[in-house]
């Protein structure tokens, strides 16, 4: 892996503001794929894909066993997500709510 020096905490910001502003400039879910396709790793995209999955089984009130049972998704993944739900940046509920996917 390539070493580079750390970025201090105005550029982190500013890069995740960049990042931001690419995804919005996107237009239908497909370009979006494409990005995500292209910026990810499969194993990255994974991961997400499984986050998201489990978002609006957790806002439905779904205990986090049966969501394993369902999608397979660790234990310990359906946790985190809880949690971030509850102490998050927000970002969970707008997308879910604009996406139309439910939940309470």
């Known amino acids: 892996m390539k070493r580079r020096a750390p ?3 105005r550029e982190k910001r ?3 503001d960049d990042l931001a502003a690419a995804l919005c400039a996107l237009k239908s879910p497909a370009d979006v794929r494409a990005f995500l396709e292209d910026l990810c790793t499969p194993a990255e995209l994974e991961a997400m894909t499984d986050r998201w999955r489990v ?3 957790l806002l439905d009130g779904v205990p986090y066993r049966e969501i394993h049972d369902r999608t397979l ?3 310990t993944t359906i946790g985190r997500v809880a949690r971030t739900l509850e102490r998050g940046a ?3 509920g707008v997308a879910i709510r604009r996406a139309g996917r439910g939940g309470k």
């Open 7 to 9: 970025l201090e905490e």
């Open 14 to 16: 500013e890069s995740l």
């Open 55 to 57: 978002v609006p089984l």
């Open 90 to 92: 927000g970002g969970y």
């Open 73 to 75: 998704v660790s234990v």
